[in-house]
């Protein structure tokens, strides 16, 4: 099993919203990654968690606050969003953080986020 | 600074021929390479990888060229095949802390009947 799971695929929020996006996966993967997908463009890093710490943020404005409950969970809890946010959120996951041609990251189908 | 660079937005092959995407970086740290490919409203899929210190690798129909010196890979795809249409993305995997993947610009690949 090589899935990571994404919920909701749709997500359309205003600019005072609270919401939460949230990725699974049962690989036993110990990384845990936060991409950001604008259309037409490149995934870039947000967030990496590894074994239930954040090791890396990428400068991401404070109005997107990660967690990671457990190994196999992590949330991405939205607030006071920009329509500028509005993009593509993919979660990923490999065994490591330390990645390798045989640790791979393995990603989900993202969640579509449209901020009115 | 657009560390990893996909210089062709679309590429169209005819179906049976060969397929070769290009990707150019600059960073001589990376130490590794990917190649994902993506459906619409799907995440990337992995497809192959490679690592720094080799020049080739091959899997299947896929085979990946890495020329360091000239801070240049490709993706071959031979023979190509209807379910091959979608935008590849060649990434680049460096340790800053922990791994760090830097996508180029992405490929739309159309092959054509």
């Known amino acids: 099993d090589t899935e990571v799971t994404q919920t909701p695929k749709h997500l359309v929020m205003g600019m005072t919203n609270k919401k939460s996006l949230k990725c699974e996966q049962h690989?036993?993967?110990?990384?845990m990654y936060w991409y950001k997908q604008k259309a037409k463009k490149p995934p870039e890093l947000m967030f990496v968690?590894?074994?239930?710490?954040?090791?890396i943020n990428e400068s991401v404005p404070s109005r997107f606050s990660p967690e990671c409950p457990n190994s196999s969970l992590l949330n991405l809890h939205l607030h006071a969003l920009q329509p500028e946010d509005s993009a593509l959120y993919l979660c990923?996951?490999?065994?490591?953080?330390?990645?390798?041609?045989?640790?791979?990251?393995?990603f989900g189908p993202g969640t579509r986020l449209t901020v009115l | 600074d657009q560390q990893v660079k996909q210089n062709s937005p679309s590429l169209s092959v005819q179906e049976g021929r060969i397929s070769i995407l290009n990707c150019d970086y600059t960073n001589s740290m990376f130490d590794y390479f990917l190649w994902y490919k993506k459906y619409p409203a799907e995440g990337p899929t992995f497809l192959i990888s490679i690592s720094s210190i080799k020049d080739k690798n091959e899997d299947g129909r896929f085979t990946v060229f890495l020329n360091k010196s000239a801070k240049h890979l490709s993706l071959h795809i031979v023979p190509s095949q209807p379910g091959d249409s979608a935008v590849y993305f060649c990434?680049?995997?460096?340790?800053?802390?922990?791994?760090?993947?830097?996508f180029g610009q992405g490929t739309r690949l159309t092959i054509n009947p």
């Open positions: 990923a996951s490999s065994q490591t953080d330390r990645g390798s041609s045989t640790d791979t990251q393995y």
């Open positions: 968690y590894s074994y239930e710490k954040l090791s």
């Open positions: 690989m036993g993967h110990r990384a």
């Open positions: 990434a680049a995997s460096i340790i800053q802390g922990a791994q760090k993947l830097v």
